[in-house]
């Protein structure tokens, strides 16, 4: 193909997406890219660019683009039962759940599965609210649990609500944000305020008995905002004494992202009633799951339907896409590339004073841009720079944060020091422009 006749394939791609879509649904950089491959840890436009992917689809590619190993499940699984809806058993959607009882921390034991974190955030606030009786749930500022009318009215964030919050009796406590504590403290000496906010925050804002407390182990678009030792377990004992149940949101976190364990909850000495994810459980086939424990799932109405929830291939991608983290060893993976990535990081803050701060566990790492070391003035005009120019660099990354100041990077979990040394070598170039 010729390369005007690539330019057109290009061109007319994104006047579509430019035409028929939503202007809502929003495209990274000044102009947009048009992906039609992938493979591995790199994705190719319809120019015929390579990139590597830093950013996974939103820390969704767990295990590498067209990973064949989970290919060949999802294909296998097309070929001989593509659909049922949950008023039918399947064999994979047992499975998956049978493993789910097995890794997931404390007595969670049984699934609802759903097609995104939306739906998984969604039922597990249902699920809360039928087992206690209450109706109030505490969340986080700065968090992001989705876009239905129960989601959006519990994200933290301006930005991303395009209506007031639909659903009454949701509030919000300050994050955990040591970078930018809200109370003006220092850890440890701060004695762990943001946590103890949530109880002034359930006396005076709510009934005083509570049906959850849902969070994020890493507070994951708010720009991976990582709570101090000892922050969950404070907060997990206030929302206990105040009668609720603790939802740990892990549809960025889950799946050995933040090093060695399966899920971030288990870097803090806490265990949750209910559980959530999505993401990275399907390495990019549409799927969420809500595990909980039994006494919790128990009190769910016997009677509720999901037409895609349990499908048959998604369920087989997602068992495929543990079996490769288990084999493959990915969370020691995850933690040790990790701990190299972030160190490269240091490295860079070391150099470039407009970065402010580096954060995250495992293969979950960001860094905050500000105007000034000092101030901590947000800098999102130079995230915008690093992105033009780390994708000329042919390298693909992510942002995130309330003032649009913070790089999100999410590699893949087979991420090798190679990789983390390209990414690096691509922002070193990106920094110096700034």
Not at 206 to 212: C, L, M, N, Q, V
Request: aromatic share 8%; charged share 25%; with cysteine.
């Amino acid at each position: 193909m010729s390369s005007a006749e690539t330019q057109t394939t290009q061109s007319e791609t994104i006047r579509k997406h430019k035409e028929f879509l939503f202007p809502a649904v929003a495209t990274y950089y000044q102009e947009p890219l048009a992906l039609v491959r992938g493979e591995g840890q790199y994705v190719w436009d319809d120019e015929g660019n390579r990139y590597l992917d830093c950013f996974g689809g939103v820390l969704t590619v767990s295990v590498g683009h067209a990973n064949p190993k989970v290919n060949e499940a999802i294909i296998n699984q097309v070929k001989t039962l593509a659909h049922t809806s949950t008023l039918y058993c399947n064999k994979p959607q047992s499975d998956l759940a049978e493993k789910l009882a097995e890794i997931t921390p404390g007595r969670l034991k049984k699934s609802f599965f759903t097609n995104s974190g939306t739906e998984a955030d969604d039922t597990a606030i249902h699920a809360a609210k039928l087992a206690t009786g209450r109706h109030e749930i505490v969340v986080l500022r700065h968090s992001y649990s989705g876009r239905s009318a129960t989601a959006l009215s519990a994200v933290g964030h301006s930005t991303w609500r395009p209506l007031p919050a639909q659903i009454a009796g949701i509030v919000h406590a300050r994050a955990p944000y040591c970078y930018r504590c809200p109370f003006k403290l220092t850890y440890p000496e701060c004695g762990l305020a943001c946590a103890n906010d949530i109880e002034d925050l359930i006396m005076t804002s709510t009934t005083g008995e509570i049906a959850a407390f849902m969070a994020e182990p890493i507070l994951g678009v708010g720009g991976f905002i990582v709570p101090p030792p000892g922050y969950f377990e404070r907060a997990v004992e206030i929302t206990k004494k105040h009668g609720g149940l603790f939802i740990a949101d892990e549809v960025q976190t889950g799946w050995g992202r933040t090093g060695d364990k399966w899920f971030g909850i288990e870097h803090w000495d806490v265990e949750p009633d209910i559980i959530t994810s999505a993401k990275g459980m399907g390495n990019g086939v549409p799927v969420g799951m809500t595990t909980a424990t039994p006494e919790v799932a128990d009190k769910y109405p016997g009677l509720t339907f999901s037409t895609f929830g349990g499908n048959p291939v998604s369920m087989a991608a997602a068992l495929a896409v543990i079996k490769v983290i288990e084999d493959e060893d990915l969370k020691r993976n995850a933690a040790e590339v990790g701990a190299y990535f972030r160190e490269r990081l240091e490295g860079l803050k070391e150099k470039y004073p407009v970065i402010g701060d580096v954060r995250g566990l495992g293969l979950m790492q960001a860094v905050e841009l500000v105007r000034d070391r000092e101030t901590k003035e947000p800098d999102p005009h130079s995230v915008l720079k690093v992105f033009e120019e780390t994708k000329r660099r042919g390298v693909l990354i992510g942002k995130g944060g309330l003032y649009g100041n913070v790089i999100r990077t999410g590699v893949m979990l087979n991420a090798t020091k190679d990789t983390i040394d390209e990414l690096i070598e691509a922002l070193d170039g990106a920094f110096a422009t700034v």
